[in-house]
């Protein structure tokens, strides 16, 4: 497994997205909760993975508690990252909301401590005076933000007075917005670009189009829409075709070309054992420049609809239901 080296931190390109652990909208079960995630931790930490993200929302606290059990023995391999959900984010919430994910991961040190979401009503001296507090009780070692801009986040360290080490952002072929600041800013300033959704909700698979889109709570997602579906066929043709080339998936196409960026680590969750080693083996995936260039060049290529422009196909499309 490659690693990405940022401020004395070495953090695996390929992590492991933990929202699916005991979510129910993902529809995976008892079983995948009870079982399944635990044997996706394990493994990760065989295949070299330390970075492991979840958040305090993510179940309900349910993805926290599953994967502090699933570490158990295994603590000092681990990057572990959690979120704070900044509603009223004042000093004594965020401390409060660490000590909590604390208890549910059952460790002593949160490695990386993020703000989920921009609050933009609770002054950013107020977030990140509990994140310095929190760093100074040893409660928590590193900072980070998700969903922020370039300016967000350097508001961010002015605030906290030291080092904001991530931005966890979507970032993927279907959605390349960060690559306008956040990751140039990133890759000059040793900070480090934490890519969500790195396979777009699974539309980077393949497997989708438009007379077959994923239900559940894909449905909200309006890169499944029928035009935007259609849209994206010269994108994964491309994927197809190089996935052919290398004897790999498109998804660990996708991965491959995302990690190439530079201070760049992508986070995709796993619905199963299988799926995490082919996500764990798509950091060692080698495309050429050719081949990224094209991939690059399909991505430009694709324009989805998306935000309030989509607001009434997925009206319509629910109204269908």
């Given amino acids: 497994m490659r690693h990405v080296e940022c401020q004395g931190v070495q953090l695996s390109a390929i992590g492991l997205g933990c929202w699916q652990f005991g979510s129910k909208e993902w529809g995976y079960g008892a079983g995948y909760a009870d079982h399944e995630a635990g044997r996706i931790v394990e493994r990760a930490l ?15 606290g349910q993805s926290e508690r599953i994967l502090g059990r699933a570490l158990q023995g295994h603590r000092a391999e681990a990057f572990v990252a959690t979120k704070v959900l900044p509603i009223l984010p004042l000093r004594a919430r965020v401390v409060r909301a660490a000590e909590g994910s604390l208890r549910r991961l059952g460790i002593d040190k949160i490695d990386l401590y993020q703000i989920h979401w921009p609050n933009p009503v609770v002054p950013l001296g107020q977030q990140l005076g509990g994140m310095r507090e929190l760093q100074q009780r040893g409660l928590v070692d590193h900072v980070g933000v998700s969903n922020y801009s370039l300016a967000r986040w350097r508001a961010a360290e002015a605030a906290l007075g030291a080092p904001v080490l991530t931005n966890q952002v979507p970032y993927s072929l279907a959605d390349r917005r960060p690559e306008a600041e956040l990751v140039p800013w990133a890759a000059a300033n040793d900070r480090i670009v934490m890519a969500y959704s790195p396979l777009a909700q699974g539309l980077l698979s393949a497997r989708y189009d438009e007379t077959n889109a994923p239900g559940g709570v894909r449905r909200n997602n309006a890169l499944f829409l029928p035009d935007n579906l259609r849209s994206a066929r010269p994108l994964l043709d491309a994927l197809r075709a190089i996935a052919t080339a290398h004897g ?3 998804s660990q196409v996708a991965l491959a070309w995302l990690v190439r960026r530079p201070n760049v680590v992508a986070i995709p969750g796993a619905s199963s054992v299988a799926q995490l080693e082919q996500n764990a083996a798509a950091a060692d995936l080698d495309l050429s420049e050719d081949e990224d260039a094209e991939l ?12 309030a422009a989509a607001v009434p196909k997925l009206v319509e499309r629910r109204l269908r239901r």
Avoid: K, M, W
């Fill in 46 to 60: 065989e295949l070299g993975i330390n970075l492991f993200d979840t958040a305090e929302v993510y179940g309900r």
């Fill in 248 to 250: 790999a998936t498109p």
């Fill in 296 to 307: 690059t060049a399909a991505s430009d290529a694709f324009r989805p609809v998306r935000g």
